[in-house]
């Protein structure tokens, strides 16, 4: 079985269930660049208090940010890890091929999570989290679509990536997941 996992698709595509699903399944560290960031939000710490703007505007962190995020939560002892909302362009895809060399875990496989937009926007907007509102939604699948969606293509290039319609049930969805990491 797969132990080096990262989903990949627009905001609202479902990729924290199903990361958090398979996960607990699997006793695997649940990387959310995204959850980790609002905890520091939460906490009030310095680094939430340089990002909070940020994310409820929609835009991106910077990069040598959340790269520091991912040093230091992506584990040492030899578990297995899912990555969610990690990279989301092609200088993250990079640093994190140089931390993946380094520890000796190569990534093994990429879900895509596919689903039309107009279902996203409704996903999101009954969500209602801080950064739900419709300007940001906006933004941040203008971000999606210009830097995060040519990760599809390189990831498809390295033969990893396996395709996943995420419009439908939720149980469905993570039995495809399973199916395919099997
Ligand atoms: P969603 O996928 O619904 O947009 P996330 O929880 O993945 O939700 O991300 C929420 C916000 O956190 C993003 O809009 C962005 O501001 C920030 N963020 C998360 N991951 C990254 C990342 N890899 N690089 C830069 N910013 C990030």
Redesign the pocket.
């Given at each position: 079985m797969k132990k080096h996992l990262l989903f990949l698709?627009?905001?609202?595509?479902g990729?924290?269930t199903q990361a958090a699903i398979l996960s607990e399944a699997n006793a695997y560290l649940h990387l959310?660049?995204?959850?980790?960031?609002?905890q520091e939000i939460d906490s009030h710490t310095l680094l939430g208090k340089q990002?909070k703007g940020?994310?409820?505007?929609?835009?991106?962190?910077?990069?040598q940010?959340?790269l520091e995020i991912?040093k230091k939560n992506l584990n040492k002892e030899n578990k297995g890890w899912i990555l969610?909302?990690?990279?989301?362009?092609l200088s993250?895809v990079n640093s994190l091929n140089d931390v993946l060399i380094k520890l000796n875990q190569p990534l093994e496989i990429v879900f895509y999570l596919d689903i039309p937009e107009e279902v996203l926007i409704k996903r999101?907007l009954m969500?209602g989290?801080k950064?739900?509102n419709e300007e940001?939604i906006k933004?941040?699948l203008e971000?999606?679509k210009k830097t995060t969606e040519p990760l599809i293509e390189y990831y498809k290039n390295l033969s990893l990536l396996q395709y996943i319609n995420a419009d439908g049930d939720l149980k469905n969805i993570s039995t495809d997941i399973k199916q395919k990491m099997a």
């Open positions: 698709g627009p905001p609202g595509a990729k924290g959310s660049t995204g959850e980790l960031l609002r990002v940020i994310i409820n505007k929609g835009e991106l962190v910077s990069d940010l959340v991912v969610d909302g990690y990279p989301r362009n993250q999101l969500r989290r950064d739900d940001t933004t941040r971000i999606y």
